[in-house]
């Protein structure tokens, strides 16, 4: 009896783990990408100046630039640190050199890694380059792009390696992901709507990528495709929702994002801070008509929000109230902020937009405020742009909390935030730069 129960216990356990082999050569085999052959760079007069001025242009709306370039870097030549939510990825060098960046990529070997998130020599690119987005784009802008890289100047560097949690660093896991998060397919024009609709839908839904930013996220770092801008994260701040559910408490119309897009600030609204900052600042220098585009299909987007209707609400001050509320934050505001942000304050005279009239303290969660406080607004290098001046310094998390809850109280009709001490401790982790 015994013995039988043993031999058929090893012969389980035998054929399980024949399985269990089997089946992991299997999946191996699955993940496994074919490296694509190495070619000669490519000579600068084999691509036509139109070609590479359009790519160029779709670089900007790509946002390329802000993670390719490290700061004081040359332009595109990687080893930006990116602070993820599974650690700390150096973003590449795509310059044309050949040994360190893409130089010896063939057009094929550049498309496979904008759609399928598969870079030249076979492996699997993390999804931190938004190719859940980039693999919507036609082959036409494909190449204009690569048309772009191709032509710039070679740079050769040398790549810090990942820091990564474990087995994250383990890169075929990436095509279990892909499998799961990866949906390709080029973006198709929806039939009824005008062509500037379409446009901008084509851009805001590939290269653009602002789901990638303004889409909640799953715990493995999937895009949740149901709540499509519903409000996401971005490096410790809040994307916030750009739908039906926008927070803004004045309509979006195409006329404002335009205008926001373009210049970062917008007078009905607020300043484009932390992670959208660079984002404005590539739509700045990008086609004027693309613009107004991506504008169209986001106001489009939020017409069923709660403030899409209002044009012009009057601003909200209740300096009375929230003094006796918050006195602490009332004090510390009157010292740090009115001579800003006050009623009649030189900045407010220049037709600075109110702070009730922002989405950063109506938002449901604190964190942009904060962010704003504790970073402040930098207009991007080289561009005349507002500016706050960092503050983090300056004040302890339970002063940062306290003005915070002051302004929420003065400036809006929203619910006191709660446990703000501890959203300012995790913002401050969480703005840092790894
Ligand atoms: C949000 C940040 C981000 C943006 C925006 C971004 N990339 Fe990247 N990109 C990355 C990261 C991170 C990697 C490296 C991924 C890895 O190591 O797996 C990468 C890798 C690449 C690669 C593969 C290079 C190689 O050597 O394997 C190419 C090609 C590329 N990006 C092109 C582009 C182009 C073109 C754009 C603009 C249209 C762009 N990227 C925009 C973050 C970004
Ligand atoms: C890298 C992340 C990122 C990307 C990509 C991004 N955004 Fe944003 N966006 C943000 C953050 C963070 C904020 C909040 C900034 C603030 O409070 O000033 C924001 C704010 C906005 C706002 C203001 C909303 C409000 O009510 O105040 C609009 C509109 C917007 N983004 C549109 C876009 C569009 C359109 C795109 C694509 C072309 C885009 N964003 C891409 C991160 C991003
Ligand atoms: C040197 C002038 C200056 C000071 C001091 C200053 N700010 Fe700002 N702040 C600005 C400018 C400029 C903007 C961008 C324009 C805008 O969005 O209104 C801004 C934007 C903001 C925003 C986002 C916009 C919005 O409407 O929600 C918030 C929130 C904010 N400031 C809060 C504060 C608080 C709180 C303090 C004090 C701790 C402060 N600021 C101090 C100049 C200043």
Redesign the pocket.
């Known amino acids: 009896m015994f013995v039988k129960l043993a031999s058929l216990g090893r012969r389980f356990w035998l054929s399980t783990a024949a399985i269990a082999v089997a089946g992991a050569l299997f999946l191996l085999a699955l993940t496994y990408r074919p490296a694509i052959p190495p070619i000669s760079p490519p000579p600068r007069d084999s691509f036509s100046l139109a070609t590479v001025e359009r790519g160029a242009a ?2 900007r709306i ?3 630039t ?3 370039t490290a700061n004081g870097g040359a332009p595109f030549a990687g080893g930006k640190p ?1 602070a993820t939510p599974f650690g700390t ?1 150096f ?4 310059t044309p050199d050949a040994k360190t960046g ?1 130089g010896n990529w063939s057009k094929e070997a ?1 498309r496979r ?2 759609r399928d998130g598969v ?1 030249r020599d076979g492996k699997h ?2 999804p ?3 190719y859940e987005h ?1 693999t919507h784009t036609t082959d036409a802008d494909l190449d204009a ?1 690569y048309a772009f ?1 191709m032509t710039r100047r070679p740079v050769s560097t040398v790549q810090p390696a990942n820091r990564l949690y474990p087995p994250l660093g383990f890169r075929p896991l990436l095509a279990g992901w892909k499998m799961l998060f990866l949906h390709k397919g080029i973006w198709q024009p929806t039939q009824g709507e005008s062509a500037e609709w379409n446009r901008g839908a084509y851009l805001v839904e590939s ?1 653009g ?1 602002c789901g ?1 930013c303004h889409t909640p996220r799953n715990l493995l770092g999937g895009e949740k495709r149901s709540r499509a801008y519903d409000g996401g994260v971005a490096d410790g701040w809040v994307a916030p929702a750009i739908n039906g559910n926008s927070p803004a408490v004045r309509a979006w119309t195409a006329d404002r994002l335009y205008t926001y897009l373009r210049t970062g600030i917008d007078m009905n609204h607020a300043a484009a801070a932390g992670p959208m900052g660079p984002v404005t600042h590539n739509l700045a220098r990008a086609p004027e008509a693309d613009v107004r585009a991506i504008a169209v299909y986001v106001a489009s987007m939020m017409t069923r929000a709660p403030g899409a209707k209002v044009l012009s609400a009057p601003p909200i001050d209740r300096a009375a109230q929230a003094a006796a509320a918050e006195p602490a934050g009332a004090a510390l505001f009157a010292g740090a902020c009115a001579g800003c942000h006050g009623p009649g304050a030189p900045m407010m005279q220049q037709g600075r937009p109110d702070l009730s009239l922002g989405s950063p303290l109506h938002e449901d969660n604190a964190r942009d405020a904060i962010q704003i406080i504790i970073q402040g607004l930098t207009p991007p290098v080289g561009a005349p742009g507002p500016y706050m001046p960092a503050l983090a310094d300056n004040f302890s998390d339970a002063q940062i909390a306290q003005i915070a809850a002051y302004a929420r109280a003065r400036f809006t009709d929203k619910p006191a935030w709660p446990n703000l001490e501890e959203a300012v401790r995790k913002a401050r982790k969480e703005g840092q730069q790894p």
Not at 91 to 94: A, H, Y
């Open positions: 779709l670089a790509g946002d390329c802000t993670c390719h990116l990825l973003v590449t060098n795509i893409i550049f890694a904008m870079a690119l993390y931190a380059l938004p980039f792009l890289f290269l990528h990638g």
